[in-house]
């Protein structure tokens, strides 16, 4: 049994820092591909980044690019997402999930094991 639970989700004022961590617990893991995804309200979900097995990691989208890092701890499971200078519009529900054939998708159903989520808030 794979589990996947995110934590470290708060409210911050704009211009704030959060660090999400993600832990995935089972047999084999350190090979599953992890990646972030997140939703806002009233909008579809979108893929943030992920790390391969390999370790290729893929690229954020322009609106985050250069203030969200993902980063992986491969010993402890644990996958992360630094997020820097948040704005209003990064308010959302942020999901880590896990792909067991090691490969990164943007497309969430691929994902064979996923979290609940964490919220994010960002207001002033």
């Known amino acids: 049994q794979v589990t996947v639970v995110e934590s470290g989700g708060g409210s911050v004022q704009p211009g704030g820092s959060l660090k999400l961590s993600c832990t995935v617990s089972?047999?084999?893991?350190?090979?599953?591909?992890l990646g972030w995804f997140r939703q806002a309200p009233e909008k579809e979900r979108e893929a943030m980044s992920c790390i391969s097995r390999s370790g290729y990691t893929t690229p954020f989208r322009d609106s985050v690019k250069g203030r969200f890092t993902i980063s992986r701890d491969k010993a402890n499971h644990t996958l992360y997402l630094q997020m820097n200078n948040l704005k209003p519009e990064d308010t959302a529900m942020y999901y880590c999930?896990?792909?067991?054939?090691?490969?990164?998708?943007?497309?969430?159903?691929?994902?064979?094991?996923r979290g609940q989520g964490t919220q994010v808030t960002v207001s002033s």
């Open positions: 089972g047999s084999a893991v350190g090979d599953y591909a």
């Open positions: 999930a896990a792909r067991s054939n090691g490969f990164c998708s943007d497309s969430w159903i691929l994902f064979n094991f």
